[in-house]
C-alpha cells in the first residue's frame, strides 16, 4: 500500500522495495551481501575514498558528506570503534527510514558493515525508533538469518573479520535522533546531548570513536560500493551525488515517497510527481525538508533539491520531507502547531530553547485566536533570533529557523489576525476568541 | 516479579549487546510496559535491581520518553497524530471525533478500559496522513468513517476476549 510509483524515479535505495527482499534469500538474489563481500577485498581508505568520492551527503537532514565524515575517525584507538545507524525517524513530514527498514533491512545491515570495514569497527547498532515495533521485529529476525548465514559474527565471509550487528529501539522521543542524544538513549539514560567537541568520530559510544549516519545513508553504502563512485555521483549534480528518498505529503492528489534524482525541481515534483493540488486549489507554500526547515512561497518553487541550491534559496534540503500547502492553509496556525512540537520535545536542557518554544507556542495560540497585539509579532522574531546559534543543540535553530521563515514570508497574515479578529481560515466560531492582552 | 520467557530471553540476550547494563534500559521498559500494561513499582523496582541502578534513576528515564507511562492505559490506546503532514489532511477533524465517540479528553480511558485517547507527534506515516497508531498498529488515510470502522472492530474483539 505504501508504494508508488513514477516514470522520473530513479530507483537505487528503493530499488528492492515491494520485492520479498525481507527474506534472505530473496535479498541474496538480488545482490544482497555483494557489496560486503566486494568491500573485504578494498583498502580501509579505498572504501572511503569511494564514498566520498560519491558526493553521498547524509541524508538525516545536515547533508555532511559521508565519507569525509568516516575518514574523521582515528586510525588506531584503544577503545573500540562503533556504528551507530540513526532509524529515531520523528521529524515531522519524514516517513522514508520506515520504508527501508520495512522492505529492505539486509541493506542496512550492509551498510552498516561496509561503514565499520571502513573505518576499522567490529560492532555496530541499528536504532529504530520506539512506534516503529513492526520494523524493530523486521530487524531482529533480519540480524538473526545473517548470522545464521555466516554473514555477520565471527570471520563473516571467511575473511578473518569479525563484525557483530545488534538492534536497539527507542521509546518515544524526537530529540533522540540529535547524534549525541541518540547515544545518551542507547547507553540507557535520557537523551540529553553532549557538548562537541568533542565529536562523536572521536570520542562517542561509551567513549570509543563512533560514527553516526542516517538510516537512508547506510542504505545507499552498497549501491555505491557495487555501482561505483562515478556511476552514483552522476545521478545526482555536482556536488550531491546519487538520489534521494523525497516524502510528499499535505495537500496534494499524489502524496507518497519517491526516490528521484538530487537536484530534482521542486515545482516537478509537486505538480508532476505528486500531481498537483486537489480540488483545483492554489499553492501557497512548502516546507521542502521536515518541519525545521525554512518555508518557501509560492513564488520560490522553481528551484533543484539539493542541499546547496536550497541553502542558497534561504531554506534547507533538510530530511526530505516535502510538505505542500494549498491556499486554505492559515500559516499562523501551521506555526503554531510547529512550534507546539518542538515545545514538546525540547529536552528542556538550555534555557534558550526551553523557554523560548514555550513562549512562542503562547504567544502563537494568542494570535492565532485573535487575542494578539502588533509588538507580539515582533516579538516572535525577537525571541526566534535570539535562539538562533544560542541552544546547546541544534533543536533551538530548528525551532526558530522555521518560525522566522513564517513571520518574514507570511506578514500579513499574521497583522490579519491582530486585534480581536480570529482566525478568517477556520469555520466562524470554531477558534475560541482569547482577549487582547495590553 | 515475573515476566514472560521471550521477555526474558531477550532480556538476556540483549545484555550480552553492551558493554554496560544499563544499556539495556530503554527498550526494555518498553517491553515490560508491553506485558504489565503500564510501568508499575514493582517493575521499576526489578529493573533497577536488575541493572544495577537506583528506582530513582529508572524513573528519571521513564519521564523522559513519550511513549513510556507510570499509568495504566486502555486496552486500545489510540495514539492521533495531528503535526503537519496529518493537519493538512483533517487530523483534528480525526481527534475531535475520538473524543466525541469516546466521551474522553487526551490522555482520557474510557470506564470500561477498553480505550485510551491520545494526541501525538508524528509517527512516520505522514505520505499517507492523516494517521492513528492503535497500541503498535499503522492505520493510514483515515477518515471519520473508516475511524468508526476501527473503533467498531476494536470493541467487538475487546468484547469477545473478555467473554472467553
Ligand atoms: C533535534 C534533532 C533531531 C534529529 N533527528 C534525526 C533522526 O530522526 N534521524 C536522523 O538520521 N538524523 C536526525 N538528526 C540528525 C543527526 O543529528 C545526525 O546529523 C545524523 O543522524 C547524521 O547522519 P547522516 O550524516 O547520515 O545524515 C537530528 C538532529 C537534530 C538536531
Ligand atoms: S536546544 Fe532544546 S533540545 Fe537541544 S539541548 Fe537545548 S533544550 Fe535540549
Ligand atoms: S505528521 Fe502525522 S505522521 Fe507525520
Known amino acids: 500500500m505504501h508504494l508508488v510509483s513514477h516514470p522520473d524515479e530513479v530507483k537505487v535505495v528503493s530499488k528492492r522495495f515491494g520485492k520479498g527482499a525481507t527474506d534472505l534469500d530473496r535479498y541474496l538474489a538480488l545482490d544482497g551481501y555483494k557489496a560486503v563481500q566486494k568491500a573485504l577485498g578494498m583498502q580501509p581508505d579505498g572504501i572511503i575514498n569511494e564514498v566520498k568520492n560519491s558526493g553521498l551527503r547524509g541524508r538525516g537532514g545536515a547533508g555532511f558528506n559521508t565519507g569525509l565524515k568516516w575518514s574523521f575517525v582515528p586510525k588506531q584507538s584503544a577503545k573500540p570503534k562503533y556504528i551507530l545507524c540513526n532509524g529515531d525517524e520523528s521529524e515531522p513530514g519524514t516517513c522514508k527510514d520506515r520504508l527501508i527498514f520495512e522492505h529492505d533491512p539486509h541493506a542496512v545491515i550492509e551498510g552498516v558493515v561496509i561503514a565499520g570495514l571502513a573505518v576499522g569497527s567490529h560492532t555496530g547498532y541499528i536504532y529504530i525508533r520506539g512506534e516503529y515495533r513492526y520494523l524493530s521485529n523486521l530487524m531482529q529476525k533480519a540480524i538473526k538469518d545473517a548470522y545464521a548465514r555466516g554473514l555477520l559474527g565471527k570471520n563473516i565471509f571467511g575473511s578473518g573479520y569479525d563484525f557483530d550487528v545488534y538492534w536497539h529501539g527507542g521509546a518515544g522521543a524526537y530529540e533522540v535522533g540529535e547524534e549525541s542524544a541518540l547515544m545518551e538513549s542507547l547507553e540507557g539514560k535520557r537523551g540529553i546531548p553532549r557538548i562537541r567537541p568533542p565529536f562523536p568520530a572521536v570520542v562517542g559510544l561509551w567513549g570509543g570513536p563512533t560514527v553516526i549516519n542516517n538510516a537512508e545513508t547506510l542504505a545507499s553504502v552498497p549501491h555505491i560500493i557495487l555501482g561505483g563512485a562515478e556511476w552514483y555521483s552522476n545521478l545526482g549534480t555536482p556536488k550531491n551525488g546519487g538520489t534521494r528518498l523525497f516524502c510528499l505529503s499535505g495537500h496534494l492528489n499524489r502524496p507518497g515517497v519517491y526516490e528521484l534524482p538530487m537536484g530534482y525541481n521542486l515545482k516537478k515534483m509537486i505538480y508532476e510527481v505528486g500531481g498537483g493540488i486537489p480540488n483545483r486549489k492554489k499553492l501557497k507554500a512548502v516546507v521542502p525538508g521536515g518541519s525545521s526547515t525554512p518555508v518557501l512561497t509560492a513564488d520560490e518553487i522553481d528551484a533543484p533539491m539539493d542541499f546547496d541550491s536550497l541553502m542558497k534559496a534561504g531554506s534547507m534540503l533538510g530530511s526530505g520531507g516535502v510538505v505542500v500547502l494549498d491556499e486554505t492553509t492559515c500559516i499562523v496556525k501551521f506555526a503554531l502547531r510547529t512550534m507546539k512540537f518542538y515545545r514538546h520535545e525540547s529536552c528542556g536542557w538550555c534555557i534558550p530553547c526551553r523557554e523560548g518554544t514555550d513562549w512562542l507556542e503562547k504567544t502563537l495560540i494568542r494570535l492565532h485566536a485573535g487575542g494578539g497585539l502588533k509588538k507580539d509579532i515582533d516579538n516572535i522574531l525577537y525571541l526566534s533570533e535570539n535562539m538562533l546559534g544560542r541552544t546547546f543543540c541544534p533543536l533551538g535553530d530548528a525551532a526558530a529557523m522555521p518560525t522566522i521563515a513564517f513571520v518574514k514570508k507570511f506578514r500579513k497574515e499574521f497583522e490579519d489576525h491582530l486585534e480581536a479578529r480570529p482566525c478568517a481560515f477556520e469555520a466562524a466560531g470554531s477558534v475560541e476568541r482569547l482577549p487582547v492582552m495590553a | ?164
Request: glycine letters at 6%.
Open chain 2, 1 to 164: 516479579m515475573r515476566f514472560s520467557d521471550e521477555f526474558e530471553g531477550r532480556f538476556s540476550e540483549m545484555l550480552s549487546h553492551y558493554p554496560t547494563k544499563r544499556s539495556v534500559l530503554v527498550p526494555t521498559l518498553l517491553y515490560a510496559q508491553d506485558e504489565v500494561g503500564y510501568l508499575s513499582d514493582e517493575v521499576i523496582a526489578e529493573l533497577a535491581t536488575r541493572l544495577d541502578l537506583t528506582e530513582l534513576e529508572v524513573r528519571n528515564v521513564i519521564s523522559y520518553y513519550s511513549m513510556l507511562t507510570t499509568k495504566a492505559r486502555g486496552k486500545y490506546n489510540v495514539q492521533v497524530c495531528t503535526n503537519i503532514s496529518c493537519m493538512l489532511r483533517g487530523a483534528e477533524e480525526i481527534f475531535e471525533h475520538c473524543k466525541k465517540r469516546l466521551g474522553v479528553g487526551p490522555h482520557g480511558t474510557t470506564p470500561d478500559n477498553l480505550f485510551s485517547l491520545e494526541e501525538v507527534e508524528c509517527i512516520g506515516a505522514c505520505s499517507w496522513a492523516p494517521a492513528v497508531q492503535v497500541n503498535y498498529d499503522f492505520h493510514e488515510n483515515l477518515t471519520v468513517d473508516k475511524m468508526d470502522q476501527l473503533f467498531d472492530e476494536c470493541k467487538k474483539e475487546g468484547t469477545q476476549l473478555r467473554n472467553l
